[in-house]
C-alpha cells in the first residue's frame, strides 16, 4: 500500500473555486473506489464525494452536492475534487483514500489515507 498525495489547497475568498488532486499509486481490485473527506479544526472528520476507477458512480454529501465535482484520470492514477462557490465552512483539511466500493467509501472503510491538504476559505 502506498499513500495516496493530496495537492491542490490554499486560501480562497468565499464564492472562489480550487481544483483539488489525489495521486494514488499500486491500485487494486479490493480498492476500486476513492472518498475524499475533510477535518475541520476540533471537528470529525467527514465524507465529502466518491467515486469508482472502473464505473461513472459518484456519491456527495449535502453538504457540498451542487457545488463540488469528483472526477478521475486513470491514465494518471489521479482523482479531483472541483470545489465551487467555496464557503468558509469548506475550510478544513482535505483527505483522500481508496475504499472496496463507494458505500464503504462514505463509512470511513478507508485506507492509506494520505497527509492531507488544506483549504481555507475567508474574507
Known amino acids: 500500500q502506498v499513500q495516496p498525495v493530496e495537492s491542490g489547497g490554499g486560501f480562497v475568498h468565499p464564492g472562489g473555486s480550487l481544483r483539488l488532486s489525489c495521486v494514488v499509486s499500486?491500485?487494486?481490485?479490493?480498492?476500486?473506489?476513492v472518498g475524499w473527506f475533510r477535518q475541520a479544526p476540533g471537528k470529525e472528520r467527514e465524507f465529502v464525494a466518491a467515486?469508482?476507477?472502473?464505473?461513472?458512480?459518484?456519491m456527495y454529501a449535502s453538504a457540498v452536492k451542487g457545488r463540488f465535482t469528483i472526477s478521475r484520470d486513470n491514465e494518471k492514477n489521479t482523482v479531483y475534487l472541483e470545489m465551487n462557490d467555496l464557503k468558509p465552512e469548506d475550510t478544513a483539511t482535505y483527505y483522500c483514500?481508496?475504499?472496496?466500493?463507494?458505500?464503504?467509501?462514505?463509512?470511513?472503510?478507508?485506507?492509506?489515507w494520505g497527509q492531507g491538504t488544506l483549504v481555507t476559505v475567508s474574507s
Open positions: 467515486l469508482r476507477w472502473d464505473a461513472d458512480s459518484k
Open positions: 483514500g481508496g475504499a472496496l466500493n463507494i458505500a464503504e467509501a462514505a463509512s470511513f472503510n478507508v485506507g492509506p
Open positions: 499500486g491500485r487494486t481490485p479490493n480498492k476500486a473506489a
